[in-house]
């Protein structure tokens, strides 16, 4: 049953949520892009570990990712010796731990990822010479020793990554992006079909738990999430597809729950000031890497951005650019052979 | 619905609403209309902890207590703060805590809260860094707060307990009362038994938050984030659904009966802070000094510095606990200010203000 004025109302406020999404989206997406310095970086500090980057970036770490990273680092501080055992295996000997954080000679950018990542070693190797075979395309670590390591310390990963402003703007994003659905349920109210009530509620319930309760395991909350959620979006769309719906309401309330719950609100980002100084660092570094010619990154050691590239991801296309003729001191390889670490 | 229905149930929601919003008008009265003698310094021997329990009653957020103690320590010289990789603090401990010569009044038992802080702090090292502190701290830094909790519970005067209980109870009351009056007013109980759910969903949340953390729900855990949409649509749901069906008049007395109830128990019964004499005369000083340093002019501040290069810095604690530092930055900003020996960082936008 079609309301001239109560839907030309829902409609305004459907659309007024997609607009104000997409505008915070788009301010807040470009604002670390923004504050990038026009400066070179040609090197980052000793000790800047692979897992630096990933929390500068991200605010979050995951160490699984970063094997071959993790592993030429840890070689470079002269904490590995790797050796050669086939194309993608390798056997990482431990000659010394990492020291502790507040000792003189312990090298890193930040502490709060460097106990971390010292935890992480020491999960691998009890003791000095202790020796490993492993695949330099799997984890090293088991996830729930990573997570539990994370979990060991008071201070959280993105402590200083992200404001609380940021925190505020994810969860009005996030109200954003539902409330179309309550604005039509509310139209469909006004226009006598009170399932419009029930429907909001129902498929609110099923969003918050799959994006906030994240102790349960995702395939279970993805499962039980879905129970609730789909039926009422397919609720919501026929019962528009009943009604005359010349704006699409149906359809951009459940685009909005969708494209703007899951997509949007990921450009919706607020750092500190001291992480957008990092970041801008980081961002010069890559593009050194990617733009800066032949010649002078010949000179460069390859085996110290080796780590970076690997996070960066970058490594096939920079490779051809440095001199690797020599192997690295801490790689051992009786027949020669590189694999596919190096 | 009759118009006697009608005037029963605005009867029973209004004198909850009085028995509620009554005792906390009068809290709020004689806490605006005790006389606040102006204060150029905070108290002496006040600390962080007397300001944040005095000033705040039972409504004070210990959580936020940890900067404004680290701060006040390093004024009085127990420790000094370091900037540590950006984004975390270095405190090393100069010499042991003691307790200030004169309390000025104030309670010296948070003087026990801040040495078993400090204690947690510097047991194995003399050296703290944030960005290295085990989850352990958090645990101990609970018990801290928990005891300052504790002791802000002991500023409001026991007729604020009471009071808050009455109001509640009473709301309950009114809000069982107008459901009755309405089922029968409309010949149709079964309708009005969907206006339990809501009644229902408030007490089991209610429950839930004040469930002991070791049994019940932990604190900042998502499941109990959770909680808030899940009893929201435990309540509303079956209630809109009913008063959709009742008639509009039956239907706007239920809701309306609704959101009073919801904002007595968890809005103003919260907030009664009815304090006596004794209690009111440590409240005055601390807005007295809040009050000054709000209306003070630059000038006059700046004749304080002129005495004590370090006023701003030693006041500063106490700003971060009364939520006026943004306030007073714009003012001490037009002052030329010398960082102070015991902060060797360069933290100050992010510590400060």
């Known amino acids: 049953m079609y309301k001239p004025v109560p839907y030309h109302i ?64 840890w070689a470079q501080l002269g904490y590995l010796r790797v050796e050669y055992v086939s194309k993608y295996r390798v056997k990482l000997v431990c000659l010394r731990k990492p020291p502790e954080h507040n000792e003189e000679k312990a090298v890193f950018f930040d502490r709060g990822t460097y106990v971390r990542e010292r935890d992480l070693f020491n999960e691998i190797f009890s003791r000095q010479g202790e020796a490993k075979t492993v695949n330099i395309l799997k984890a090293l670590f088991k996830r729930d020793d990573v997570r539990s390591i994370n979990a060991s310390y008071a201070v959280r990963e ?46 609110f319930v099923g969003m918050f738990v799959f994006r906030f309760l994240r102790e349960l395991p995702i395939v279970f909350r993805t499962v039980w999430s879905a129970f609730w959620v789909i039926p009422m979006l397919a609720l919501m769309i026929v019962f528009f597809n009943d009604t005359f719906d010349p704006l699409f309401l149906g359809w951009a309330s459940v685009v909005m ?26 961002i010069n570094y890559k593009k050194y890497l990617l733009y800066t010619n032949k010649k002078i990154l010949k000179d460069v050691d390859y085996y110290e951005v080796l780590p970076y590239l690997y996070t960066f991801n970058i490594k096939v296309l920079v490779k051809r650019k440095f001199n690797t003729d020599t192997l690295p001191d801490w790689y051992v390889s009786d027949n020669g052979k590189r694999g596919k670490l190096l | 619905m009759s118009m006697v229905s009608i005037l029963i149930c605005i009867s029973m929601s209004a004198l909850s609403l009085i028995v509620a919003v009554v005792p906390f008008v009068v809290g709020e009265v004689k806490k605006r209309k005790v006389i606040k003698p102006v204060e150029y310094f905070p108290p002496a021997g006040s600390s962080p902890i007397d300001f944040l329990t005095q000033f705040y009653g039972s409504s004070a957020k210990s959580r936020d207590l940890f900067n404004a103690v680290m701060l006040y320590w390093a004024s009085r010289g127990f420790i000094t703060i370091e900037e540590d990789c950006k984004r975390g603090l270095k405190l090393i401990k100069l010499k042991n805590l003691t307790r200030p010569e004169s309390n000025d009044g104030f309670d010296s038992r948070t003087y026990d809260i801040q040495e078993q802080l400090f204690e947690y702090l510097f047991s194995a090292k003399d050296t703290f860094y944030t960005l290295a502190t085990s989850c352990h701290f958090k645990d101990c830094f609970k018990k801290i707060t928990d005891r300052c909790d504790e002791q802000a519970k002991k500023v409001t005067s026991r007729n604020s307990g009471k009071y808050t209980l009455i109001s509640s109870l009473t709301a309950v009351a009114s809000y069982l009362g107008v459901m009755i009056a309405v089922a029968c007013s409309i010949e149709n109980s079964a309708i009005v038994l969907g206006f339990i759910f809501p009644l229902a969903a408030m007490g089991m949340y209610k429950l839930v938050i004040v469930l002991p953390e070791d049994d019940g729900v932990p604190k900042g855990s998502s499941i109990r984030f959770f909680l808030v949409p899940f009893f929201l649509a435990v309540g509303l749901i079956p209630a809109t659904a009913v008063m ?23 809005i103003v019964s919260v907030k009664i802070d009815i304090r006596d004499d004794g209690q009111l005369k440590f409240y005055a000083r601390i807005c007295g000094f809040k009050n000054f340093l709000i209306l003070a002019e630059a000038r006059q501040l700046e ?5 004590d290069p370090q006023y701003y810095y030693n006041i500063l604690p106490y700003c971060y606990i009364l939520n006026i530092t943004e306030k007073l930055k714009p003012k001490f900003d037009a002052i030329a200010l010398d960082g102070p020996a015991w902060y060797l960082g360069d933290l100050r936008d992010t510590l400060m203000f």
């Open chain 1, 158 to 203: 993105d402590e200083g990554v992200y404001s609380s402003k940021h925190y505020k703007l994810k969860v009005f994003s996030f109200i954003l992006s539902v409330m179309p659905f309550f604005i039509n349920g509310a139209y469909l109210c006004a226009t006598g079909s009170f399932v419009g009530v029930i429907m909001p509620f129902v498929m």
């Open chain 2, 244 to 266: 959709l069906f009742m008639h509009p008049v039956a239907a706007a007395v239920s809701g309306i009966e609704l959101a009073v109830c919801f904002l007595i128990l968890f």
């Open chain 2, 303 to 307: 004749a304080l510095v002129e005495q």
């Open chain 1, 10 to 73: 829902a409609a305004a406020g459907v659309y007024g949520c997609i607009v104000i999404l997409c505008a915070l989206a788009l301010y807040y997406g470009l604002r670390a892009k923004r504050n990038v310095k026009k400066e070179k970086v040609t090197a980052l500090a000793r000790g800047f570990s692979p897992l630096d980057i990933q929390r500068i970036f991200i605010g979050k770490t995951y160490p699984r990712k970063l094997t071959r990273a993790l592993i030429v680092h």
């Open chain 1, 257 to 282: 729950l969708l494209f703007g719950g899951f997509v949007l609100i990921r450009f919706v980002d607020y750092r500190e000031k001291n992480n957008l100084s990092d970041y801008s660092d980081l």
